[in-house]
């Protein structure tokens, strides 16, 4: 915002998988109105959270942002954390095409390691990036394997691999400990802003299988389904925050595009001038 307000030609990008889904604002730490009405945003509030938004759908509304961004003669500062889409708007993902009555099969079949072993056999180089218990991504291989006729590891050279991009990424780097502190005090400021409220208030909509595992919802939807109590919910999103947090700096770590920076005190008087630096030299 910083960067932006002092350019005065850049318009923001939110990368970031849950800020698509409207309404979802408190717990994903939403822009403010007052910031959107500031600097142009995009990529925010795209769908209704009962509905479905897929990687693909994400390339597809960068790329409009993009052109519409350029066609006012302006530029794009692309923030946030979500490592596939970062990685999708950096480096033009091939991306595979969906096949829902294959995954419906797939969703089925309550066993994830007997489907990890399914997709060993018929793609060994898939599970040799994917972890044996994330289902999402073991269910989503298959899916494209079985649906395509063609390995999922075929699609382009995968996540480990980092070509030039010509996009200067910018990494926030701050010790674990402050990470930890920090994530607990915000967790305490989304519930004391009523994210308990907003919940409740989607839920007779329904939120689609993604929006459901947004760290915060995915918890307060346990307490108001009544298996844990609101203090339960808020120690998990503190501790499932956490463990995103760590593997997330892994992700981008892996990156040796990523300029980090180390904060010590103040992110935006310390980064705002790198940000500024690398946008004013291209």
């Not at 052109?67 to 993902?93: K, M, N, Q, S």
């Not at 995968?158 to 701050?174: C, E, F, K, M, N």
């Amino acid at each position: 915002m910083a960067a932006a307000r002092q350019l005065g030609d850049i318009e923001l990008i939110s990368v970031d998988s849950m800020q698509v889904y409207r309404g979802m604002d408190i717990g994903t730490a939403k822009p403010t109105a007052a910031e959107r009405a500031a600097v142009r945003h995009h990529c925010i509030d795209l769908v209704a959270p009962c509905e479905d938004f897929s990687v693909a759908d994400f390339k597809a509304a960068h790329a409009a942002a993009l052109a519409e961004i350029a066609g006012r003669g302006g530029r794009a500062l692309l923030v946030g954390g979500t490592g596939l889409y970062h990685r999708v708007a950096i480096d033009d993902f091939d991306l595979p095409g969906e096949w829902p009555e294959v995954r419906a099969e797939l969703d089925a079949v309550d066993d994830t390691a007997a489907l990890f072993e399914r997709l060993r056999a018929v793609d060994p180089a898939a599970t040799a990036k994917i972890e044996p218990a994330n289902r999402r991504r073991v269910v989503r291989a298959l899916e494209v394997t079985i649906g395509s006729g063609r390995p999922f590891s075929s699609y382009g050279p995968g996540v480990d691999h980092y070509p030039a991009s010509g996009v200067t990424q910018i990494g926030l780097r701050r010790p674990r400990a402050t990470i930890r502190r920090l994530i607990e005090e915000r967790v305490q400021r989304m519930v004391a802003a009523g994210l308990v409220a907003e919940v409740r208030g989607i839920g007779a909509a329904g939120f689609s299988k993604t929006a459901a595992q947004a760290l915060g919802y995915k918890e307060i939807l346990e307490h108001l389904a009544g298996t844990v109590s609101e203090d339960e919910a808020v120690e998990k999103i503190v501790v499932r925050t956490r463990q995103f947090a760590v593997r997330q700096e892994r992700w981008f770590r892996r990156d040796p595009r990523v300029r980090w920076i180390d904060v010590e005190d103040d992110p935006v008087a310390e980064v705002t001038p790198a940000v500024i630096a690398a946008l004013t030299q291209t």
